[in-house]
């Protein structure tokens, strides 16, 4: 039965078919699309499965994977977010009972994963974690997406609220602390890491930001890579697209106490999510 993968978070939903053969996968071409997630429930419901039946053609049954943030009852495909600033229609709702009404499926055939988790099970299974049995991914954009993998098992680590320095992991290592670093540090206005990297920015401005910012990456990832013994750390997320700018300092930090652990981009990119939610259906689509 045709898998259909879908990426979703706060402002998007990336959407693609996902085959695989041999223990390897195949992804066909994704469909982005934009959301508005402030809208009532049964709008953004519509998006969504407006966006998925672009990629199901006239495909009458399908599996529908879902690499969802959270906080979710993954289980039952119930959105538990409420206060991040997104979806806040969906609260209390069953997702999957929408969507499997709206797509004429059986409920049955969603599955939801957390979306940090989808994105190092698909690294670890055929893209840069492939072969390391202790993995650590990081998704780093507006929020900070965290899981872990010991061997067979992979699960989200929910480290973005984890206690660090004067707050949590969030506040240090998501794209508010690169505004508010630009803003009160040097009086520039920017909207995330893309505009600190534009030739309209000294570039003694930007490349001071980025090695603080590795260094409060190496500090957050010590306890966690050294007690675990991490054998690998990949980065995936908007500000990732810029690691050769920070990985160099976060790796210092760490080097400075003995550990030294690579520390990646992710090999798969945007397909890591997709790959990794669709995983699930590996016993049921043969």
């Known amino acids: ?14 959407v693609a078919s ?12 994704p469909y982005h699309h934009d959301i508005d997630t402030s809208q009532p429930a049964q709008n953004i419901i519509d998006d969504w499965s407006d966006a998925i039946q672009k990629v199901r053609g006239n495909q009458s049954d399908f599996l529908l994977s879902i690499s969802m943030p959270g906080p979710y009852d993954y289980e039952n495909g119930i959105s538990l977010i409420k206060t991040q600033g997104k979806m806040k229609a969906l ?5 999957k009972n929408l969507l499997a009404q709206r797509l004429g499926i059986p409920p049955e055939f969603i ?17 840069a974690g492939r072969g390391c049995e202790k993995l650590m991914g990081l998704t780093l954009g507006t929020g900070l997406g965290s899981a872990i993998k010991i061997e067979e098992v992979t699960k989200d680590a929910k480290l973005w609220t984890a ?10 290592l998501g794209t508010q602390w690169f505004v508010n670093q630009a803003k009160y540090n040097y009086g520039i206005s920017i909207k995330g890491v893309k505009d600190l990297v534009s030739p309209a920015v000294d570039p003694h401005i930007s490349s001071t930001v980025f090695f603080e910012f590795g260094r409060s990456l190496g ?38 106490f003995g ?13 890591a999510a997709l790959i990794g939610a669709s995983s699930v259906f590996f016993t049921k689509c043969f």
């Open 91 to 95: 609260y209390g709702l069953s997702v």
């Open 259 to 271: 550990v030294d652990v690579p520390i990646e981009l992710s090999k798969l990119g945007e397909h």
């Open 1 to 14: 039965m045709k898998i259909i993968s879908a990426d979703i978070g706060g402002t998007h939903i990336s």
């Open 18 to 29: 996902v085959s695989w053969t041999a223990g390897l996968a195949t992804v066909g071409e």
């Open 219 to 256: 500090e957050f990832l010590l306890p966690y890579v050294a007690k675990l013994q991490i054998q690998k750390v990949i980065l995936g997320g908007k500000i990732s697209l810029s690691g050769d700018l920070f990985i160099p300092s976060a790796k210092n930090y760490l080097g400075q």
């Open 111 to 127: 599955v939801f994963t957390n979306d940090a988790e989808s994105f190092l099970v698909g690294e670890g299974l055929v893209g």
């Open 163 to 172: 206690p660090f320095r004067t707050g949590i992991a969030e506040d240090f």
